[in-house]
């Protein structure tokens, strides 16, 4: 049973940064590809950005890419997401996914096979 526990969600003003943090627990990153999802209100979840194989492998959206980092410590077990020059339109509910290693590129079975943190709010103001 693989659990997801994210943080470091909240209200920042439009070109500012903020840090998710997702730490894991059930299986090993190396068995794992990790990511992140995100939802705005009335609207789909959507992908955000993947990475497995200890970081050598990272994929993001055309939404944010340039202005999110993915990354991983791999001893902890845990995720970050480094959100840079955040627009308003990223205001959303954040999601950490745990996925096996064999989907790591596949996103659209992600709903379906992965495990699913809480979520973490994100609000950015204009």
């Known amino acids: 049973q693989v659990q997801l526990v994210e943080s470091g969600g909240g209200l920042v003003q439009a070109g500012g940064s903020l840090r998710l943090t997702c730490a894991a627990s059930?299986?090993?990153?190396?068995?794992?590809?990790m990511g992140w999802f995100r939802q705005a209100p009335g609207k789909e979840r959507k992908f955000v950005t993947a990475i497995a194989f200890s970081g050598d492998y990272t994929y993001y959206s055309d939404s944010v890419k340039g202005r999110f980092t993915i990354s991983s410590d791999n001893a902890k077990n845990i995720v970050y997401l480094q959100m840079n020059s955040l627009k308003p339109e990223d205001t959303a509910l954040y999601y950490c996914?745990?996925?096996?290693?064999?989907?790591?590129?596949?996103?659209?079975?992600?709903?379906?096979?992965?495990?699913w943190g809480q979520g973490a709010q994100v609000t950015v103001s204009s």
């Open positions: 059930g299986r090993t990153f190396s068995q794992s590809a």
């Open positions: 996914v745990s996925v096996p290693i064999v989907y790591y590129r596949n996103f659209e079975k992600w709903a379906d096979v992965g495990s």
